[in-house]
């Protein structure tokens, strides 16, 4: 089973910037699609960001495009979320998902970490 931990979750003021990211000690991320989710109280989760293994296309959702960027960092066995102009609308559990063929923005990801709180707020 893939583990994944996610880390870099943190309390930041409007127009910060975080690094969330995503790794795992069971298995090579450069061989999964990663999405990144999040789901704030009283909503439903929602993908935020996703990037494909082999052919390294990356999806925003509209919410976010221009203010986060997703890639990889291979040396260290990670995916990142780099989330710029945070805004308090952003507040939420962030959670990264890992999966052998997936790599869209839909929940159809068989691997999931257990997710890093951001809180957006002055």
């Known amino acids: 089973q893939v583990q994944l931990v996610e880390s870099g979750g943190g309390l930041v003021q409007p127009g910060g910037s975080l690094r969330l990211s995503c790794t795992s000690s069971?298995?090579?991320?450069?061989?999964?699609?990663v999405g990144w989710f999040r789901q704030a109280p009283g909503k439903e989760r929602e993908g935020v960001s996703s990037l494909g293994s082999s052919n390294g296309r990356t999806f925003y959702a509209d919410s976010v495009k221009g203010r986060f960027t997703i890639g990889r960092d291979n040396s260290k066995n990670t995916v990142y979320l780099q989330m710029n102009n945070l805004k308090p609308e952003d507040t939420a559990v962030y959670y990264c998902a890992a999966d052998h063929w997936h790599y869209g923005l839909g929940p159809d990801y068989d691997y999931w970490g257990q997710g890093t709180q951001v809180t957006v707020s002055s």
């Open positions: 069971e298995f090579t991320l450069d061989y999964f699609g």
